[in-house]
């Protein structure tokens, strides 16, 4: 079965200064995985996926995330924190390798990112 | 717009009653997927549909039925309520698979009183 752990249910930030989101993952097939954010009372937006190829994949608002099949990691970054990236992070994996119409996603805990002026 | 539409946005009911949460997928997608999200257990996979029929069952009650219908719209039906059931019901759709994720909805938030 798949499943994901995200590192720290919080982060804090400075604004300006690196954001480091941590996941890890546990899959029995190739993995396919995603980043979504929610802001507050709202649903969840793609932030950016891997499926295959380039291992660096990057996605909306400046954010990216690298597959490192050694790890079993895909942790996302930011260069520099914008106030308006504080909201809640997921991490996902699909069971079925995203190839047929069977599959679903499994999330992880969440982190809620914070950032301070 | 995700172009996930999700009804109600806000529902209060009391313990034991039934309501029907409906969710109009993505034009052009043909799964839709329910999840219930709640601060103790995060977000749970609770069913898939794929072109009318269930693909994938996760953690769903059996107080908790859904179903597909032609125009490809999805409902969930929540009886028997508790206290506990209290949570922000997501929607979210995809053209087949999760190959390129998930639209979401906004959500139908859930108080049972």
């Known amino acids: 079965a798949q499943s994901v752990t995200q590192l720290g249910s919080h982060v804090s930030v400075s604004e300006g200064a690196l954001v480091l989101l941590r996941c890890n993952y546990s899959s029995s097939v190739p993995p396919y995985l995603f980043w979504y954010v929610q802001y507050p009372n709202q649903g969840l937006q793609l932030l950016l996926k891997y499926t295959t190829g380039a291992t660096l994949v990057k996605g909306i608002n400046g954010f990216e995330a690298e597959f490192k099949k050694s790890e079993t990691s895909f942790h996302l970054t930011k260069p520099s924190a914008h106030m308006s990236d504080a909201a809640e992070y997921f991490c996902a994996v699909s069971d079925d390798a995203g190839g047929t119409s069977y599959g679903k996603l499994t999330f992880g805990q969440g982190t809620i990112l914070t950032v301070h002026p | 717009d995700s172009g996930v539409t999700q009804t109600p946005k806000h529902l209060i009911t009391a313990t034991g009653q039934r309501v029907t949460l409906r969710c109009s997928p993505r034009s052009g997608d043909l799964s839709v997927y329910w999840y219930q999200q709640s601060l103790d257990q995060g977000l749970q996979f609770l069913i898939q549909?794929?072109?009318?029929?269930?693909?994938a069952k996760g953690n769903i009650l059996e107080r908790f039925s859904a179903q597909q219908f032609p125009d490809l719209h999805s409902e969930l039906n929540l009886s028997s309520l508790e206290l506990g059931d209290s949570a922000l019901y997501f929607c979210?759709?995809?053209?087949?698979?999760?190959?390129?994720?998930?639209?979401f909805g906004s959500g139908t938030r859930l108080t049972v009183v």
């Open positions: 979210a759709s995809s053209a087949r698979g999760t190959g390129n994720g998930y639209t």
């Open positions: 549909y794929y072109n009318g029929e269930e693909r």
